[in-house]
């Protein structure tokens, strides 16, 4: 059997900000709108910083506004839901994005909850995931609709296909699967307590890993010619001291075995910040009662 296709990541991400791009100057000059992106950063970590500088650079790259919130370690969560509830009533940002992790004192639901759905870019809020569980028009989770743009151009009609996904986060795994049963997938929900997780992997013709274990999905695991998603991005020890960047899957394995896969570094990720400046663009329309 011949190798995988390798899925390019990067390649549909940049088409996807040409778009982005193109929308934004369509809504400047139609409109006088433009579209505006705030992203809150608590404390050092080091991972995020480096997800905010990229977040800032693309959104002013696509042409549109961009706010960048760096706020201390110590600070109050008071502090920073006065600082979202400041952004949820600016008419000049359309997108409100808390980046996480946040520091310990401070509750991850308390400021998803303040976040208005309306500006709920990241689609973490109980509205915009009622909205998505309901079939309504919701403000999707960015990693898991960049996931869906990729499996649609991959796989064409997906169908009636099986899909596993291995994975129950609200970030990614629950939208997930949200998301493959309204494109008619037979959907199967996974995670590291499931039985025999091996054997539910073989059944998938996609299979999509957000499960944060670093080559966990092995290639006995796959079905032959089956489409993988990888959205693990874990940084492992090399022998020379350094580190590198890893998926869920072993990624050498199941390129053996399947019909298509994404790659870590390259995959996934470029598409997730593509996204986030698209449901920008979204809820600005929306905010602005303009027909997408």
């Not at 500088?53 to 969560?77: D, F, I, W």
């Not at 309204?182 to 199967?188: G, H, Q």
């Amino acid at each position: 059997m011949s190798q995988a296709r390798i899925i390019d990541g990067k390649a549909f991400a940049a088409q996807l900000r040409e778009q982005v791009a193109a929308d934004v100057a369509n809504l400047k000059a139609q409109h006088g709108l433009t579209p505006g992106l705030a992203v809150v950063l608590v404390g050092e970590d080091p991972a995020s910083q480096v997800y905010v500088r990229s977040k800032g650079e693309q959104t002013l790259a696509a042409g549109m506004h961009s706010e960048t919130h760096r706020l201390p370690a110590e600070t109050s969560q008071a502090e920073l839901l006065s600082l979202v509830e400041r952004l949820n009533d600016d008419p000049a940002i359309h997108g409100v994005l808390v980046q996480f992790p946040v520091p310990d004192h401070m509750s991850q639901a308390a400021i998803v909850a303040a976040i208005s759905p309306d500006k709920d870019v990241d689609g973490l809020t109980v509205t915009n995931a009622g909205r998505l569980a309901s079939g309504l028009p919701a403000l999707t989770a960015c990693t898991p609709a960049g996931c869906m743009v990729l499996l649609k151009d991959v796989v064409g009609d997906l169908r009636g296909k099986r899909a596993v996904v291995v994975g129950r986060s609200n970030l990614m795994g629950k939208p997930m699967a949200q998301l493959l049963l309204a494109a008619d997938c037979t959907v199967t929900i996974a995670h590291s307590r499931t039985q025999d997780l091996a054997a539910v992997c073989r059944e998938a013709d996609i299979l999509v890993a957000a499960v944060g274990r670093p080559q966990m999905v092995k290639g006995d695991w796959i079905k032959p010619g089956a489409t993988v998603i990888d959205v693990g991005i874990n940084r492992i020890p090399k022998e020379d001291g350094k580190t590198r960047l890893v998926g869920d899957v072993d990624f050498e394995a199941a390129k053996e075995v399947a019909g298509a896969i994404t790659p870590v570094p390259g995959g996934v990720g470029p598409m997730t910040i593509a996204m986030l400046l698209a449901n920008t663009v979204s809820a600005a329309k929306r905010l602005n009662g303009i027909a997408e």
